[in-house]
């Protein structure tokens, strides 16, 4: 007989490219403002001050290839593509030079954003999680092993809404790279297998609708698609 009160939910995970095995997620961590474009048209100057990270749960994952109902609470959904690392042993206080170590493989990301409420939350200077942590608002691809593609460090970051390119970028122009996220990470978390992290976007975010489809790719990475539905 079980001793939870209700069943427990699922074990949140994402599929690897190729097979039928399975990441299972624990945490997802995502990098703010970490390209200076966008940082600019966010309105800030993107200056290399040291990063930082707002968190996203499990439950909010939803596979390439969905299609989702618009967001609740919200009038203006956004699109952010992103290059998502998976950490694949354990990193605490790493290095620069040894923090690729710990990174199992690369998948594409959206970080879809109810912006009206990060920027409401902004201005009163409260904490960003009704703007970022909803349902469905991590997006996933499929995971790669960096043991079949190694460890990208530039490549076409690109994302369209219904054939029309909105965001086109390099992933080498992150402020701070893949080794120095995870090595900064690393002190200030115990980085396990199951930990996602969202690296940040390009330039381009905007709004969605209902109806639009989403396809994004990376250079070396994949590809991955979402379609907004209608509000529930």
């Given amino acids: 007989m079980s001793s939870y009160v209700f069943p427990p939910a699922p074990q949140a995970a994402v599929p690897v490219r190729g097979g039928s095995q399975q990441y299972a997620v624990t945490r997802i961590f995502c990098v703010g403002r970490n390209y200076a474009a966008h940082a600019r048209e966010m309105g800030f100057d993107p200056d290399r001050e040291p990063p930082f990270y707002f968190n996203k749960t499990p439950i909010d994952l939803v596979m390439s290839g969905a299609t989702v109902p618009y967001a609740l609470g919200t009038q203006d959904l956004h699109h952010e593509m992103e290059l998502v690392i ?15 170590d710990g990174v199992w493989g690369y998948a594409c990301g959206l970080d879809m954003t109810r912006r009206d409420l990060q920027g409401t939350a902004k201005k009163m200077g409260r904490p960003w999680d009704f703007g970022k942590d909803f349902e469905n ?9 960096a043991s079949e593609i190694g460890h990208p460090a530039q490549g076409r970051i690109q994302l369209s809404v219904n054939g029309q390119i909105k965001q086109d970028g390099d992933i080498q122009d992150m402020i701070w790279s893949v080794p120095e996220v995870v090595s900064n990470l690393s002190e200030y978390y115990h980085l396990q297998p199951g930990d996602l992290i969202y690296t940040g976007t390009p330039e381009g975010v905007g709004a969605v609708r ?23």
């Fill in 86 to 100: 998976a950490i694949g042993k354990p990193a605490f206080r790493v290095s620069v030079d040894d923090a690729l």
């Fill in 137 to 145: 608002a991590a997006v996933m691809g499929p995971l790669v092993p």
């Fill in 210 to 232: 209902p109806g639009d489809v989403i396809t994004g790719r990376i250079d070396g990475v994949g590809e991955i698609a979402l379609t907004i539905g209608q509000p529930e």
